[in-house]
Structure formats: structure tokens, C-alpha cells
């Protein structure tokens, strides 16, 4: 029987409100027909004009999970793990060829022709007046992915933790990707099983951190 037949899936708010940060995995695997599961809930995230301008690469090999950790300051998480999910974001991304996006878009009848031929002028335009900012609403769109990744992993009964801790050069140099000033490494997520209990750090009250209209009108619930 498959790992995936075995879990009952959670609903959504139920993996947000149980999920937590884990730092210490088991070394079980993942079947691969789960990890396939978690790639596609993974990549049906949303992203600016649909250009989906993430690069998600899967580390699993003992060698190139012991380079990442020593990327990311040896942290043990990353040997620990079966899998990091390392999500890079690609600022050219809307250059180039989104055929694939607009064919299945038309096949679908989510977008019609005009629609399609409306972005194709206007992806690469907007993309080119974004400036500076491209590789901001890259990393955006891959962080979005990534949130997408924790919470259908703690559904399918698996443990995540995002981590910031890391040296973007290093990183790159582990994934193959040092020579391309387009890419940056927005996030990396380890997937495992955890071997450490969820336990609550509590939150701040509503009204230190959110506000209705403006800042200065905390909501109080």
C-alpha cells in the first residue's frame, strides 16, 4: 500500500493551524509518488501574469545535501532530511517562451485569444518596466510556491521548516546555477518526517499586528 493511500490528507485550515517549524527530521524517505504529489500542489501556486518565474530543484543526494548544509551554515536539518526544496526565482522569466502557458490557457478557455495575445506584448513589457524590481516579484512568486509546499506537506503528514539561513553564491554553486546573474535564491524548505514534537510558540494579540483601514487601527477581533 502506497504512503499516499495511508494518510487521511488534512483540510487546510487544519494544516495551518497544527503546522510548525521543524528542525530535527527522521531519515525515513519519501515514496516518490508522494514527493511527485507535493511537486504538483507545489507548482500550482499562483504567480504574476501566470509566468510561473520559479526554478524549484529537489536535493537529495547525500553529497549535495552535505554541500547545501555547509552553504547554509551546517545546518543539520538539511542532512537530516530525505529532500530540501530549494526555490530560486528567475528574473528573466517572461523573456522567453510561455507557449506551453498559453496553449493550455486557450485549450482550457481560461484565457481566449485576445487574452492571450494581450500578454504576449504585455508580460515582456511589464516585466521590462519592473527595473530593479524583477527579481523582487521573482522571489515574490517563489515564496509564494513555497508556502503552497509547507502546507500540502503537513496535510500529506510530512514536516517542513522554511530556512533563511544560507549564502546565496554557495547555494547557487551547489545547484549548478553560479553563472546566472538572473537567478536568486529566494528560500529553502526541508521535507521530511518529523522527529521532534509540534509544539506552540504562541502569537502576538491581533491588535500589535494588524490594522483595518489604516496602520494606526489595530484589529481587535
Known sequence: MSTITQIQPLDVPSAIVQRRSIKTFKTDPIAPELLKQLVDLT?????????????????????????LSAASWNQKQIIEAPVTFVFAADSSVGEGDLTPVFET??????WNEG?????????PQFQAGLGDKRREYAIKDAIIAATHLVLAAESLGLSTCFMNGWIEDQVKEVIGAADNPDLAIAVLVPVGYAAEPRLNPGRLP?????????IDNPYVG
Open 43 to 67: 507548482v500550482a501556486a499562483p504567480s504574476s501574469f501566470n509566468i510561473q518565474d520559479w526554478r524549484i530543484i529537489l536535493v537529495q543526494d547525500e553529497a549535495q545535501k552535505a554541500a
Open 105 to 110: 490557457a486557450l485549450a482550457t478557455g481560461a
Open 115 to 123: 487574452t492571450v495575445n494581450y500578454f504576449k506584448n504585455a508580460i
Open 206 to 214: 491581533l491588535s500589535n499586528n494588524v490594522s483595518v483601514d489604516r
